[in-house]
């Protein structure tokens, strides 16, 4: 189902006419996530559909035409230009409410009945089975009709390279085998590791059998890719070095995630939620995002019990706000603020322009990520929002490419998981003086700005098709 975002595609003939007629490329961008989906991992694609254009590239994207996905977020959809090529698939998932449903009685634990082992061996067995066979994840039920569309869009449009954006990692399979049937330079974009998202992702299944088809996907990824992008330097060096011991000559290069300067410029024209005056001045601290085991809020919850031990009533001060979703091990960790006198206010995923917002309502930006393996080489998303927004930022992170990042803006509050003291000390200071500090270095801000990013990716994507003519 290939649509125009303002108007119907009527004749791919006369499309291709007009195509040869003009000095520019297009690219094929697969992303099963593309609004209306919402969620940090839509932004990165849309934003480059939205700046591409600026740098003579032409974007057609393949999505899918019904995701089962948990959020939709609406307003994004205002960053995708008007001429843009939609071609939608339908994927044979089914509904995330269903998903979510069978997830929910699971965790509820009513076992009834004498034949209740047997009933739990039996999904166990199920679920196994499952596992196995939706390889390399479940949106692998996308790439039937997804090649179905993708081979009929490439037949009848021109189109000078392709790039899938992982996860889902099916997005990558669905475009390696496009550019085998093909012949145009293909880029996979990893805007996370496959290794660590197979480690650390909730509900992937582990066990040899699947980590040995994980392995064989991804070095037959990564053999037809000719470039390898991904958002951190070291994330760059560690697939690239994969790349190479699977052989592959591929390229790699760093497209870091960003913000977009055109967000904030709204935002400025919009009012801003005002605290009341009838209400107490705290120190407000929010995060935006999931709470999961790779951004865990366990180190911030002890500073501030260790605060609540030598002086609770400061803690009268002091405000969070969580905005996400929220695993129920995080959950139940956030119930411990509640045993403090921290004012703790949580709510569910909502629209990004809505999430900056409240940003721009921040005394502090809190941003968390586990110290466990491979989480050095990680940047999140928001951190790059984060710092357009020039509001002080409370990293607890382990050493690495965001810890260095922040170093060079927000060094006073930097702390490793383990710095429980520390983190309570510029707490302490903070709720004591009501003030945040200022930034250093905001001129170097704008080397995160959307537009340049995807001005280094239009560099990239020449240099592949010259190479390839």
Not at 107 to 117: A, C, E, F
Not at 146 to 156: D, E, H, N, P
Not at 188 to 212: C, G, M, P, T, V
Not at 261 to 272: G, I, R, S
């Amino acid at each position: 189902m290939s649509t125009m975002i303002s108007q119907s595609i009527e004749s791919q003939d006369s499309s291709a006419n007009e195509y040869a007629s003009r000095n520019r490329k297009r690219l094929l961008l697969i992303s099963y996530h593309f609004p209306p989906v919402g969620g940090a991992g839509v932004q990165r694609p849309v934003k480059f559909v939205k700046y591409l254009r600026r740098f003579g590239w032409d974007v057609s994207v393949l999505m899918a035409a019904n995701p089962s996905v948990p959020v939709f977020d609406n307003s994004l959809l205002v960053d995708i230009p008007e001429d843009t090529l939609l071609e939608r698939a339908r994927t044979w998932e089914p509904d995330y409410a269903l998903k979510k449903n069978v997830a929910a009685q699971k965790s509820s634990g009513q076992r009834t009945g004498l034949l209740t082992p047997v009933k739990s061996a039996c999904r166990k067995a199920i679920k196994a089975g499952a596992g196995l066979l939706l390889q390399p994840d479940a949106q692998i039920l996308w790439y039937p009709n997804a090649l179905k569309a993708g081979k009929k869009l490439l037949r009848s449009l021109p189109h000078d390279a392709i790039m899938a954006t992982a996860p889902p990692y099916s997005n990558l399979i669905l475009a390696k085998k496009l550019k085998q049937i093909f012949q145009i330079p293909f880029i996979a974009d990893f805007r996370d590791e496959w290794d660590l998202s197979s480690k650390y992702l909730e509900n992937h299944q582990q066990d040899r059998i699947s980590n040995l088809i994980q392995t064989h996907l991804q070095k037959s990824v990564m053999k037809a890719s000719d470039a390898i992008v991904a958002t951190t330097q070291a994330s760059t060096e560690r697939l690239l070095s994969r790349a190479h011991q699977f052989g592959t000559d591929a390229i790699g290069k760093c497209i870091y995630n960003g913000f977009d300067q055109d967000d904030f410029d709204l935002l400025e024209e919009l009012d801003l939620p005002q605290r009341s005056s009838d209400t107490p001045k705290r120190f407000r601290i929010i995060y935006t995002g999931t709470l999961w085991n790779l951004t865990t809020v366990e180190p911030l919850v002890k500073a501030v019990e260790s605060i609540h031990q030598v002086n609770p009533e400061l803690l009268n001060k002091l405000e969070f706000q969580f905005i996400g979703r929220k695993t129920p091990e995080q959950l139940t960790l956030l119930e411990r603020i509640h045993q403090t006198d921290c004012t703790l206010v949580t709510e569910e995923y909502c629209a990004h322009q809505e999430a900056l917002k409240k940003m721009g309502t921040a005394d502090a930006l809190c941003l968390l990520l586990s110290d466990v393996e491979g989480a050095n080489r990680v940047a999140p998303a928001k951190l790059f929002e984060y710092l357009a927004t020039k509001r002080e930022i409370l990293s607890i992170t382990p050493a690495g490419e965001t810890a260095h990042i922040l170093n060079g803006f927000w060094p006073a509050g930097n702390f490793r998981a383990d710095d429980t003291e520390e983190i309570a000390l510029w707490l302490t200071e903070r709720l004591n003086s009501q003030t945040a500090s200022s930034i250093s270095n905001p001129e170097k801000i704008d080397q995160f700005n959307r537009e340049s990013q995807a001005g280094e990716l239009a560099e990239l994507l020449g240099e592949l098709v010259q190479n390839h003519t």
